[in-house]
Each structure stands twice: as structure tokens, then as C-alpha cells.
């Protein structure tokens, strides 16, 4: 049987296997750097068997393609699970406080969704409708302008109204607003009116948020942005435009040519929801929060999905690592099919074209397992990750312990800037009739040989925009609770547990993720003396500054690391001791658990902590700069790139989506499955007239 030879093994990867598997005969073998599978969401159990992810990860719950087919892995495998079951694995989060602060104080900002399980779709329902041909009725532009209109200006009347002390007259005239707004008027009279009412109460709601009423300001932004939001949606919708006929502009540029005088006030384009849009896709030129950066089609791709597309929950978080929840069912299906081979530790280096199609390509054996096959969750238990190889089944397994630069020692086989520059190569013909599909991101393939011929500009094009932002991710391990830090502050209710964006730079995104802990080695009996538990576990996430151009992919670079390392750890360090407190009081070194078996060491309780700086090629998060969008080749490249044998798969690639995140990811790997089974059936979300 005719073989797709997939290059990668992240989630693209993954889903373009699965698909295969369950739509066609071929066979797969999925080649990848490193010990593990999942990319940048790959998690691991290092020391003392405590969870280490890759970054703070968090599906939404308008990721319809990806619960599609984990959904169904998980039916697949249930018996070979841990955690049984999808629900039991992703558990609901309605609630996101975001921090803002005004005139040096910062107050909490709570937002709660509906919870959608009523509804009548689960997450993943309307993605296996499309691919039964069956789509629901298409979204539309102007009915989501309606709706964003309506809830901003029903937040915003109602702050005004019932929380602010003599906006009382202002709430009124929002009220009329509203419903002189609401009355029937063509969109274009609406926008009129609406700017109009908003023109005259937008001073009043200026001079009481500038003497820090909080509310005022919650209720100034909600009305700005749902007034310019509104405005530039129905705009589009009016001229029969795309949301990518706006990717050239920056998302803030876009809403400012449709505010009252043409720009947003300072207020609202220094919120915290505004903030918000940025922050989840670490849209930052070179990792600098001072320079923001969103191509506006993608931004309100997302905002929209976000808010209306979501069946079940807003978002959902993983009750034991990202690994074991969103990859391991993926794996286990996939090597159940029988029809899946997995060849871990090759890197691949050259991609031969000839004649129109791929030939050949080259890969780096970074180790060789002992036996016919390397095992990668014959660890305890059997479906989590060791944040390691697994030495014991690797001839070169003493020495690859040695290394120094992953977090529990060792060399990153997952990066090629490691040190470590493997034990050979290999040579893989692909006969005709084979695929390949290349779900390796573009950091990366700046440093793979690939020759196009006549399209290599196409090809350098898309490396050079299409690019990377590199990341901090930390985990702090607590003696207490996130109560107990003194987060929320008293008097302010927020259901448990609630995601923060916390905002204070570089760590922007916090979770409360205590909910892990007995999902991690801390109970093992093995712990001798270990009566002592965490009882708090944060995640941090945020980006990393690139003081200078990031050195090329592909080649050793162990002084970069090892600085970027030491410099992730001092941020984090700085960020407890001196950012922190403004919003969570009583964090401090005290705070910080230390494990009993290292308990009276002179390792400084910080450096006891999870800190990774993801500077490495393949370990940068995919960024959606305005102006780069266009250079984005589709997972069927065939006609573009000019090979007959060749497709894409990865958040990186033109999947309708166009932003880093897991749903993009499975989305074209989706898309690359059906271009080799040569079927037609629409993918939710690859085109935006059909979510
Ligand atoms: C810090 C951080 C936080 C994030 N948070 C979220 C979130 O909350 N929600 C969300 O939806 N998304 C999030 N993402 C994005 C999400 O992780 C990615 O969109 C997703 O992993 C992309 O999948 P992929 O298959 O395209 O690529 P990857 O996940 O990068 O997988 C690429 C694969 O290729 C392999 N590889 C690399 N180089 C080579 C080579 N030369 N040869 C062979 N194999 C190679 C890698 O080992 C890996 O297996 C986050 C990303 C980061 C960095």
C-alpha cells in the first residue's frame, strides 16, 4: 500500500494521521524530532514526577475540528486510558478575570460566559456535520456586528447606570441610544445615530474615569469598542469584503478608522480586553510588549469564534497535563490502526525535489533505540510523557544525560540549536505514489534544504514572514492556595477557578492549575518522608524579548540557550518579587514549595520552580504580523510550490484560521488528510463563510 510519510509529529501531524487512518487505506509513518509527540503542546513528568508543559494551554471551546477527533480518539482507546473519557479529561472555564490597571492601581475585570452545554452541539459536533456534508446555516458578519453591538452596549449601559455614582444622566442616554439603535434603522443610520449619542456621552464618561471610577471606564470601553467593532464589521458586510481583505492593517489600526474622531481614546486602546486580543496570541514584534502587532482579520477572526462560536464552555483546561489529555489519545488510536509507524529521534535536514515531486529526504538520527522500536510512554504511568528521553532504551543514552539543556538535564533533542548533533543520517526514497507532508514550523524550516526550483521565491517568501515569537512558560508550585496570596482581593467574586490575564508584562497569562497536583508524582509512596504537598500550582506564561535577530535554525547554538535560560529564570525571580505583589500580595520566596528530598539544599527556592524560555527554532510560537498573511501557503500547496507529491500541515500554514493555536494546527492537518485522499467534503472553519 501506497505510504504518506509525515514529517513532524505535533498536532497537525497527528491530525492529518488520524484522518487518514479512518478515511483511507494508505499507510502512515510519522518521522519526528525528539522522544515525544504533541510540539509545542507536548507536557512531560520531570522531577519528582511533577508536570512541565510547554507553555500554558488551554483549548477553546469553539476548537470544533480538534474536539472532533479527540472526541473520537477517545472512544477509540477509552480503555487503554487513564482518564477515561474527553469530558473528564477538559474541564469547563467560564470565567476570565483580566487585571487593568488605572492611575496605579489595578482592579479585576471578570468576564463570564453562558455556558453552552444545553445547547444542541458538544464542542466538535459541527466539524463532523461539515465533513458529512451537512453544514448549519453560515455565520454572517452583519448579524455578529449586531450581536457585539448589543452586549457591549448592554454591559455598558448597565455599568453606567447602576454602578457609577451621577452617570446616572449619561446611562440614560445610552439607554436611548440603544433603543432608538435598536429600532429598525438601515445599519448605516444605526452607525450614525449610534456615533453620534457616543460622540456627546464620551466626554462625560472621560472626566469620571479619569478621577479612577472604574466602572466608568469598564463602561466607556465596552461602548467604544462595541461601536467600532460594530462599525467595521458592517463595513465589511456593506462592501461584500472578507475579513482577510483587512490582515494589512494592525487590529487596533482597523478599529481606530471606524471610532468617533478616528482613533480610539487612550482608555479603551490601553484596556485590558484590548490587551486581551493581543496577549492570548503573543502578538509582539520580536517578543516586545511595547510593540503590539495583529493583523486585523485574524484578530477578529478570533474575537468572533471566541465569543459566538463556542459550543459547551468558552475554554477548557486539561485535568492532568496537555500530553496526556490532548496526545496520548491521538497516539494510542493511531497505533492501535496498526497502519501507523512512529519514528522517533529523526530531525529532518533536506527535502529532495526533483522532477516536479519530492524524491527523497534527509534525516538526522539523533539516537538509536536498543530495540527494533523506541517505546515512549514505557514510563509510570503509561499514558504521560517523561519530560526526558527514556535513556535506558538508547544506546547513546549515558551520554545524552549528560547534556544541560533541557530543564531536568539532558540535551532538547526537540531543537535544533542543541549541541547534540546526532549519530548519522538517513536517506528516505519516497517511491511513486507516496505523499509527504511536512508539519514542521516555518522557524524551523529556515534552516531544512528545500530546492523548488522556479517557486523557491514563493517558498523564502512565506519563511521570511511567517515567523516565530519566542515564549517564557513557568509553573510555581505553592504552600498555599491562590486565596492565600491574596488573590482575588476581598470583596470581589469570582468563581473558581478563573483564568487571569494578569498583565503585568513579560508574564501575561496566569492560570490557577491546583487543580494537577494529585495528578502528579507528589503522592508516590516511593517519597520517603514526603508528607509535604503542594497545595497551589500557577501557571505563567508569557512572551520572551529578542534583544537581537534570533540566531539561524538548524545548527548548534548552546551559548544562546543556556543565556536565554538563565535569563527566563531571572525574569521569573524579578516577576515574584517585584511585579506579583501589586495583585497577589503575599506571594513571595516563602510561598514557593520545596520538596522535602531537596529541602535544606542551597538551591534558592525559585530555582526549584519550572522556567523555560522556548527561543528555539521549532519551540517559537507562530505569530500573525499584519501584512504577512498573504504569504501563508495552503496545506494542498501542490499547484503553488509546484510538487506533485507534496502537502503541509501546521498553525503556520493558509488554514483558514491563520493564527498559532491548536484548532489552526488540526485544521490544516485536516486539510492536508483530504488532499491526499483526493476528497471534497468542506473542513469547519477553513473558510470563513462556513462557521
Ligand atoms: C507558550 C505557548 C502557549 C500556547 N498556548 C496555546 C493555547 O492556550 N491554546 C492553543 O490552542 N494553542 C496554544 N499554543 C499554540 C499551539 O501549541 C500550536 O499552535 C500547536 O502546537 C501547533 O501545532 P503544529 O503541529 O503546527 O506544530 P508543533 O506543535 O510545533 O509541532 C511540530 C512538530 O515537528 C517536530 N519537529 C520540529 N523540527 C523538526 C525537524 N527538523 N524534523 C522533524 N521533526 C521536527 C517537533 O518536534 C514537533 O513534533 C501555544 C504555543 C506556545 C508556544
Redesign the pocket.
Known sequence: MARVHI?????????AAYDLVKGSDFDVTI????W???????SGMGFLERNE????????GF?EN?FNQIRSAYDDVSADLRIKSWDKAFTKRNTVVVEQKVQDQWFEWPFTFPDRSGADHLPGDLAGEYIAGNPSAPSNLERMANRILERALQYGTSLAVSEVEGLADIGKSLVAAVRTAAGGLSPDDKMTHLKTAHQGIREGLEIVSAAGAFAALKAHVYFELGVAGADALLNLHRNNRPLSSIDNLDFIEWLDQHAVGGRLSDETRNSAPIKMAYE?V?AYQNGDTARPRLAAGVGARGILRLLFGYDGAFAYDVTAGMGECAITPYFLALQKSGRVTFRFF????ELEVSNGRVASFK??RQATPKGPQYSPLDGQPKTQWPATPLYDQLEEGNVLAAGQELANGGFDL???YSAWEGVGDDVVQVPEGDFVVL???SP??T??QVGFGPNQALWEQMLKKVT?VA???AQLWLNCSLKDLGWPPTGIDVPDPALIGAFIDPLG?IADMSRLIPQEGWQDPARKGAKNLPLGLLFL?GVFQDDAPPPPA?RPQPDYVADAQAKARQILADWVANAAPAIMPNIGGDVLFVPSEVAGGNVPAINLQYAGA?VG??????TSFPGTITARIPPDCRQRVGVSNLLQ?????DNGFN????????T??RMAARAVIGGEYPIYGENDARW
Do not use: M, Q
Request: some cysteine; charged content about 15%; glycine content about 16%.
Open positions: 514529517l513532524g509529529g505535533g498536532p497537525s501531524a497527528l491530525a518521522h519526528t524530532a525528539g515525544r509527540l504533541g510540539g509545542k503542546c507536548a508543559e510547554h507553555g500554558l494551554h488551554l483549548p477553546l476548537y480538534f492570548l503573543f529523526s530531525r529532518l535536514t534525516l538526522r526537540e531543537s535544533s508539519a514542521i514550523p524551523e524550516l534552516g531544512v516565530g515564549t517564557l512558560s497569562n506564561c538548524g522556548n527554532p521549532a519551540h517559537r510560537y507562530i500541515a501546521g498553525d503556520w500554514t493564527a498559532g493555536c491548536l484548532e489552526a494546527a488540526v490544516s492537518g
